[in-house]
């Protein structure tokens, strides 16, 4: 029995989506920018995913931009908003859990002279992984021309204020981004709720097909274009639209929409289910993350003294199937750098699995877990040379 538990890396795609998508592969080949009948039914196709994933986040459809996925559409946010903003002087704001898609472009920014202030989260037990808004309001300078927040976190599963944030970038007058990508198709996403002048999501996240993504531009949001080619998506990411992944999208948008509170609340259970078992069975494991404030279908856990890599593929082997972090930083031997961000240390961290469940992880498979993951646990402890667990944690107080 394989068990997959890493819906936060991807999702199987959906067989209603990949029937939306067939006929655009097939027949509907067209090129959305052709004025003939096979480019016309491509473009209808487009248009009409373009008002389901406008309604998923309760945007216009002119204010959807498709991109070819997450990574590409924070890129577009935050170069996009830096570029058109006026100044010598430019600065940004971030926070220390972000994903790489905003943390190495902020990176890149400061390579290029523009400065970046990193505001970290709470790292206190209990709430840990949480940004506290006044942080950002304090980073706040007369130069500062972007704020970029994630939604939910991909690791922690820790989801931000971001109506509080969004509230002090509009008194300041500064452009806010948000990265939804971990948080479309779990919780309600509704960008006139929320505030964000852009925000970016991905199909692959919520049971739609990979390299398809969306960055929503509030109307009269001044962004320079990454791409310059042909008149694609209004001059603001030109290039043959990706006809079937977009219409694959659109119906992954239309079924999230549908489907989430009935998703959540049944993913939800599982994974209180799988958490407290891991606790109950698991000596000295911990959660990590404010778990009064996070997605339903994540938990991180730290099993200290049993190293993460060594579970990881120690599970695998038992066709159980998680994560010790975001995906791509997997392979990597560097600790989490949310994790470090949200306090845990070095060898916790090494030490930590995330799992996340989906629409189609079924009772049995997280049954399975229960049963697989202790016993895996413990026998990756046997083979550690440190104290027995049990001792340690006697020793350590509650941080
Ligand atoms: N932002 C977050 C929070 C993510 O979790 C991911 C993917 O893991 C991305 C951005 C990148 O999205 P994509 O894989 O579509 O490029």
Redesign the pocket.
């Known amino acids: 029995m394989r068990v997959y538990l890493d819906y936060?890396?991807?999702t199987p795609v959906d067989s209603a989506v990949l029937e939306a998508m067939l006929p655009y592969l097939r027949d509907n080949f067209g090129n959305a920018g052709s004025v003939h009948t096979p480019g016309q039914r491509a473009r209808a196709g487009v248009d009409a995913a373009r008002e389901s994933v406008a309604a998923l986040i309760g945007a216009k459809p002119s204010e959807i931009v498709f991109t070819?996925?997450?990574?590409?559409?924070?890129n577009l946010a935050v170069f996009g908003v830096v570029a058109a903003s006026p100044g010598p002087r430019k600065h940004v704001i971030t926070t220390s859990i972000?994903?790489?898609?905003?943390l190495h472009s902020c990176e890149e920014f400061t390579r290029r002279g523009i400065e970046v202030t990193v505001v970290p989260v709470s790292q206190r037990r209990g709430s840990e992984g949480v940004v506290d808004p006044e942080e950002i309001r304090r980073a706040l300078r007369p130069e500062t021309v972007l704020i970029s927040v994630?939604?939910?976190?991909?690791e922690l599963g820790t989801v931000q204020p971001i109506e509080e944030i969004g509230r002090i970038a509009s008194e300041a007058g500064v452009r806010f981004h948000c990265?939804?990508?971990?948080s479309a198709g779990k919780i309600p996403v509704d960008v006139r709720a929320l505030g964000p002048d852009l925000l970016?999501i991905?199909?692959?996240?919520f049971c739609g097909p990979?390299?398809?993504?969306a960055l929503f531009v509030r109307s009269g949001t001044a962004l320079e274009p990454r791409f310059y080619g042909g008149h694609a998506e209004r001059d603001r990411r030109p290039g043959t639209e990706n006809v079937p992944g977009i219409v694959g999208f659109g119906k992954a948008a239309e079924l999230a929409r549908k489907l989430l509170a009935e998703d959540s609340a049944r993913i939800r259970e599982l994974r209180d289910r799988l958490e407290s078992a891991l606790l109950e069975r698991i000596p000295g494991a911990q959660v990590n993350g404010d778990r009064a404030r996070r997605v339903p279908n994540t938990t991180n856990t730290t099993f200290a003294n049993a190293g993460g890599e060594a579970l990881l593929i120690a599970l695998d082997l038992q066709g159980i199937a998680c994560s010790t972090g975001?995906?791509?930083s997997s392979g990597s031997t560097e600790p989490s750098h949310v994790l470090l961000a949200a306090g845990l240390t070095h060898d916790d961290a090494r030490s930590s699995l995330r799992f996340s469940l989906g629409r189609a992880t079924t009772r049995e498979e997280v049954e399975r877990a229960i049963e697989v993951v202790p016993e895996v646990v413990e026998r990756i402890r046997s083979l550690s040379p440190r104290a027995p667990v049990a001792a340690q944690w006697a020793a350590v107080p509650i941080r």
């Open positions: 936060n890396a991807t070819s996925g997450g990574t590409e559409a924070d972000e994903h790489h898609a905003v994630m939604h939910a976190n991909n990265d939804a990508v971990q970016s991905s199909a692959h996240k990979k390299g398809v993504g975001a995906a791509c």
